[in-house]
């Protein structure tokens, strides 16, 4: 458990980002967690962030602090990067299935620990799939992700739909999207969705 330095709200270390100061006293996101130093814990949003950016950071570490230009810009970018290399990892992996079909037979089959779906994909696709999965219960859905994002991770175009399989990465990718869904907004998906995959 974390205090924020912008919200003075205590939540666990998985939905907060960690910055740290480098000896210029420049301020450093440290989203994995692994840099020396003390760490400056903010709720993973970006109006926390960017209100701890207009003095919080400093007050907490009671010293002048360097914060760089687009703080939350730039640690939105570093979270995306993180999410977009676990889903490569678990293509690499095996854990995962692409496309509708494929998505739709894992539900049906109980094999399915987190469903992805492209934020800006056809609302009727989406919809079918996520009635699926609540039919099984707790499936969580990752729905911050761009049809051209999930293609970047997944080395293909037009990646819509795909499931991922129980076991540690899909849990690593859950804690992962809940830190990136904090710094974006859903893109409202209208009737022009992508739904071919």
Known sequence: MRR???TWTVRP???MVRFV?????NLVADVAGRLPGHG??????????ERAAKGAF????RTSVKVPAGLADRVEALLLRRVL????????AGELVLGFDRVAEALDAGRVAALVQAEDASPLGRAKLAAKARVLGRVPEIDC????ELGLALGRENVVHAALAPGGLARRLLD?????????????AGDGGVDTE
Not at 42 to 47: C, K, N, P
Not at 85 to 92: E, F, S
Not at 145 to 148: G, I, Q, T
Not at 176 to 188: K, P, Q
């Open 4 to 6: 924020c330095v912008a």
């Open 13 to 15: 270390a998985r939905e």
């Open 21 to 25: 100061l480098d000896p210029d006293g």
């Open 40 to 49: 400056l814990w903010v709720t993973a949003e970006r109006s926390a962030v």
């Open 58 to 61: 400093a007050k907490a570490a």
């Open 85 to 92: 290399d676990l889903l490569g990892l678990a293509k690499r």
């Open 145 to 148: 992700l761009s049809v051209a």
């Open 176 to 188: 992962e999207t809940v830190r990136l869904r904090g710094f974006r907004s859903r893109m409202a």
